[in-house]
């Protein structure tokens, strides 16, 4: 099995300015995502930005770095230049990983990657973790999943599924059985040439009242494929605090 690992980073953050360059212990984190995901046996790693100053920098340690437009909506679309620009056969395997990221564990990417190549009947995988505490159950930044008995994904929202009934009908969180919910993981594996029709797709009302992207794929009919993550998955980093998070923990503070 091969497949490739496209980081898209983007420069412009609200909460952030400037996020793929933010210091982690001497290194822009992009480097530490870069290097997690090298790690990962891919056949190839590649940066796709829309800011010279990003292109530059990791130009400093790697030659694959991209140049992409600055109009892209999302990251799908930064991901369809990048497979225009390298020429990509359609049957290759490409994985998604988010340049915020620079704790992903690299047996995560190995695995979103297998589970999609031993998928021939899916155009996309991606995974879940176990929901721990009851507040990222009400959390609409933590967004669910439900899968069928193929470990198709069924449905991605915001809102709490599968609502239980009994328990939620109370309003006590206390009741509320965690044993049931999966958060999702926004890592994804492609067919490069499911890429294109994705983007060719139209937007789904289920995407703009969720405004979640995957759930244009499965409002047209397409699989995705899910699976538990093997290895423990930290969130991202969104804020400065998130970013002393990291820090502390790569020194060991944590």
Same mark, same amino acid.
């Given at each position: 099995?091969?497949?490739?690992?496209?980081?898209?980073?983007?420069?412009?953050?609200?909460?952030?300015?400037?996020?793929?360059?933010?210091?982690?212990?001497?290194?822009?984190?992009?480097?530490?995502?870069?290097?997690?995901?090298?790690?990962?046996?891919?056949?190839a790693v590649y940066i796709a930005t829309d800011n010279a100053q990003v292109f530059e920098r990791a130009k400093a340690f790697t030659e694959n770095v991209l140049m992409?437009?600055?109009?892209?909506?999302?990251?799908?679309?930064?991901?369809?230049?990048?497979?225009?620009?390298?020429?990509?056969?359609?049957?290759t395997l490409v994985v998604n990983v988010q340049g915020d990221e620079p704790l992903l564990a690299p047996e995560n990417i190995t695995q979103v990657a297998t589970l999609?190549?031993?998928?021939?009947?899916?155009?996309?995988?991606?995974?879940?973790?176990?929901?721990?505490?009851?507040?990222?159950?009400?959390?609409?930044?933590?967004?669910?999943?439900?899968?069928?008995?193929?470990?198709?994904?069924?449905?991605?929202?915001?809102?709490?599924?599968?609502?239980?009934?009994?328990?939620?009908? *109370?309003?006590? /969180?206390?009741?509320?059985? +965690?044993? %049931?919910?999966? =958060?999702?993981?926004?890592?994804? $594996?492609? &067919?490069?040439?499911?890429?294109?029709?994705?983007?060719?797709?139209?937007?789904?009302?289920?995407?703009?009242? *969720?405004?979640? /992207?995957?759930?244009?794929? +499965?409002? %047209?009919?397409? =699989?995705?494929?899910?699976?538990? $993550?093997? &290895?423990?998955?930290?969130?991202?980093?969104?804020?400065?605090?998130?970013?002393?998070?990291?820090?502390?923990?790569?020194?060991?503070?944590?």
């Amino acid at each position: 099995m091969e497949f490739i690992v496209v980081i898209p980073a983007r420069y412009a953050s609200t909460r952030l300015p400037g996020k793929p360059l933010a210091d982690i212990c001497g290194k822009p984190m992009i480097q530490h995502v870069f290097e997690q995901a090298q790690k990962s046996g891919a056949k190839a790693v590649y940066i796709a930005t829309d800011n010279a100053q990003v292109f530059e920098r990791a130009k400093a340690f790697t030659e694959n770095v991209l140049m992409t437009r600055e109009d892209h909506q999302s990251g799908t679309e930064r991901l369809a230049e990048v497979v225009e620009q390298l020429g990509l056969a359609d049957d290759t395997l490409v994985v998604n990983v988010q340049g915020d990221e620079p704790l992903l564990a690299p047996e995560n990417i190995t695995q979103v990657a297998t589970l999609l190549h031993e998928a021939q009947e899916a155009p996309m995988a991606t995974l879940s973790v176990d929901v721990t505490d009851v507040l990222e159950v009400l959390n609409p930044n933590a967004v669910k999943v439900v899968q069928d008995a193929h470990h198709n994904a069924l449905y991605f929202s915001r809102a709490s599924i599968p609502f239980q009934r009994d328990s939620m009908m *109370e309003l006590d /969180e206390s009741k509320i059985p +965690l044993a %049931h919910f999966q =958060r999702h993981v926004g890592i994804y $594996a492609y &067919r490069a040439g499911f890429i294109k029709t994705y983007l060719a797709l139209p937007v789904s009302p289920l995407e703009g009242q *969720e405004s979640l /992207e995957q759930l244009r794929v +499965l409002y %047209h009919g397409y =699989r995705i494929k899910i699976a538990k $993550a093997c &290895r423990p998955v930290y969130a991202g980093v969104d804020t400065p605090e998130d970013l002393k998070r990291v820090v502390e923990y790569l020194n060991g503070a944590l």
